[in-house]
């Protein structure tokens, strides 16, 4: 079965929703305003590829690459990342809503997600080294036996990381967020 190519293409209010795409190859492409909610990706590759106010709820990346792929502005709700190929694995976000979303055992160093809700995200034996959480809300979302080396925290909300489960040298936090940290001890910060 030969793959479909698509290059330099700019999508506008496409509605994808609930179909399937196979093997086909975004290369450069822009989606603005596209509903690709509860559809199916299978084998497909987007690379250099820009997602602007889509909604992707759903959406389903059965061996898909995502390389160089940014997301602004999205709905991603209940999303597994996990099932994407891990080759040349690189995702921006920004202003996005990814709650209910998994990243587990993916390798994603250096990632940025900025002013966007992570609500009960799944990190769990993912590597996140060098990543940075900008203006993000981490509410009940799991990092466990998570590389979080040089993560920069600093500026987050509401996460609670448990240091004795994941690799945590030279990541930044604020002096604010130390409750999350030292939550499971149960001890009253003022």
Known sequence: MSATILDDKTFTELNYAKTTERNTEFNNCVFKKCDFSDAIFAGCKFI????????LSMMK?????????SFKDCKILGVNFS????????????SCSLDYSSFMRKKMPKTVFKKSSLKEVTFTQANLAGSVFDDCNLLETV????????????TALNYIIDPE??????????????E???FKYDLKIV
């Open 48 to 55: 250099d590829c820009i997602f602007d106010n889509c909604n």
């Open 61 to 69: 990346l059965d061996r898909s690459t995502l390389n160089n792929v």
């Open 83 to 94: 099932a994407a190929e891990d080759f040349l694995f690189t995702v921006a976000f920004e």
């Open 143 to 154: 990092f466990r036996q998570t590389n979080l080396t040089s993560v920069n925290f600093s």
């Open 165 to 178: 489960l994941n690799t945590m040298k030279k990541a930044i936090f604020s002096s604010h967020g130390l």
């Open 180 to 182: 999350g940290l030292l």
